[in-house]
């Protein structure tokens, strides 16, 4: 293993998390709810009275994100290689999964965490080493 | 005011994601490459997180409702079941394909990126998959 030096973002990756902390305590503590997008969104799909409107203003707010940034500052760099197919085919893969294994990396990784559950912590490396097995063999086996 | 506060919580996590590199495809995939030239910066995001997470959930715990009044909805669930495991590894292996998972790509749709409106579509239609297996598997049960 080497280190990428030349991409590694200490400081800003850090605050990055601070904020993606804030915002996961105070949906907690305001809201008494896990910021679990996947599970934010995935509930829209089977709507629940009076539980619709709370999850639609808070994905807005994930996708107002990037346009108040663009307003105050450029967008820091964006970079897909994915072709449109493997987008798709992923896209499809984390839909199914996150809602079978109920989380994603922000209910089971930073909440699920934060409160110390086994439970997300089994899914946390779950994901983590598929997700590190699967770019191996993306980049050093099939590539 | 509940849906003041999930907006302002939406717009945070999503500008979150955006200064620590989280909605940068590239970024995540060069975490995930242990074996390549691995960019440890996602596990200082995570660090972050819980850093903050931890009290504020410890205090959540002890709660049962919300500063705003509502019922404190955390999950109950202890189980580590076949679901848990088989689901996070199949959101993994989608996670490792293109380096999105949820939250980026809403930030992503947001930015105006094609790429994040094709993730977020297929993304809703593999939650309807998982719905109408859901919805067939109870009413055989």
Excluded at chain 2, 58 to 86: C, E, H, N, V, W
Aim: hydrophobic share 55%; aromatic share 8%; net charge positive.
């Amino acid at each position: 293993m080497t280190l990428d030096w030349q991409h590694f973002t200490p400081w800003t990756s850090l605050a990055g998390g601070i904020l993606i902390g804030l915002a996961a305590a105070g949906f907690a503590l305001f809201n008494g709810r896990i910021a679990g997008i996947s599970g934010i969104v995935g509930g829209l799909l089977r709507p629940v009275s009076g539980q619709t409107s709370w999850r639609v203003a808070f994905v807005a707010g994930l996708v107002i994100a990037p346009l108040l940034w663009r307003s105050l500052a450029a967008l820091p760099p964006i970079e897909i290689t994915a072709s449109s197919w493997l987008i798709v085919l992923a896209g499809l893969l984390v839909g199914i999964g996150t809602r079978y294994g109920a989380g994603c990396t922000s209910g089971h990784g930073v909440c699920g965490l934060s409160r110390l559950s086994g439970r997300s912590l089994a899914a946390t490396l779950t994901f983590m080493a598929f997700g590190f097995a699967t770019v191996f063999i993306l980049r050093h086996v099939l590539a | 005011m509940n849906i003041v506060f999930a907006a302002l919580s939406g717009l945070v996590f999503g500008l979150g994601l955006l200064l620590a590199g989280m909605a940068n495809p590239a970024k995540v995939s060069g975490f995930l490459d242990l074996a390549g030239r691995w960019d440890p910066s996602l596990a200082l995001v995570m660090g972050g997180a819980i850093a903050v997470g931890l009290p504020a959930f410890a205090l959540a715990k002890k709660r049962t409702t919300s500063l705003l009044g509502l019922p404190m909805q955390l999950p109950q669930s202890r189980r580590i079941d076949r679901r848990l495991i088989l689901g996070s590894m199949i959101f993994g292996i989608g996670w490792g394909l293109a380096g999105i998972c949820p939250g980026p790509a809403l930030v992503l749709m947001g930015s105006g990126k094609a790429e994040g409106m094709l993730f977020v579509a297929a993304m809703l239609v593999g939650m309807g998959i998982f719905e109408w297996l859901e919805h067939h598997r109870n009413n055989a049960s």
